[in-house]
């Protein structure tokens, strides 16, 4: 029996196999890079809605503190606005009720320097630069002739709970 013809008929089936199972193994292989390809974005993209969540977090904060009614009210004296004087209303027929009258503007504190503080420090203790020691105070001016500026010892405001 001569063994010719039987051989030649398993290698076309041979070569089918390893070429199927190689296959297989490539896009086995494709699939699994395709995945881990997914699984990387996946964890930038949560990374970026981490420090976005933050970062909106940190601008409600903001946003927050500036609607205080402190912040509000210290804001408006610094843009010199007063309280309003007392109100009038409008009836439905048109009667007007209540008396309005205008607002006044509070009277403005004498600059007086404490007990606690001396009342001309001397020139090396100063660490805000101001003008010269000859030249004319303008308005608004402190006790040492700097203009008086946001109070140091003031209270940062707080938020309102959110």
Request: aromatic share 2%; charged share 15%.
């Amino acid at each position: 029996m001569p063994s010719g013809p039987s051989t030649a008929a398993r290698t076309p089936f041979v070569l089918l196999v390893v070429v199927l199972l190689g296959g297989g193994l490539i896009s086995l292989l494709l699939l699994n890079s395709a995945l881990n390809q997914g699984s990387f974005r996946l964890n930038e993209l949560k990374n970026e809605t981490t420090e976005l969540t933050d970062e909106e977090q940190a601008l409600q904060r903001d946003v927050d503190d500036y609607a205080a009614p402190d912040a509000l009210e210290r804001r408006a004296r610094e843009l010199g606005m007063v309280p309003g004087g007392s109100p009038a209303f409008l009836g439905p027929d048109g009667k007007v009720l209540g008396e309005p009258s205008v607002a006044a503007a509070p009277p403005k504190p004498s600059p007086t320097p404490t007990a606690s503080a001396p009342a001309d420090p001397p020139p090396a203790a100063t660490a805000s630069p101001g003008p010269p020691a000859g030249a004319a105070a303008g308005p608004g001016a402190g006790p040492t002739g700097t203009a008086a500026g946001p109070d140091p010892t003031a209270t940062a405001p707080t938020t309102s709970g959110r």
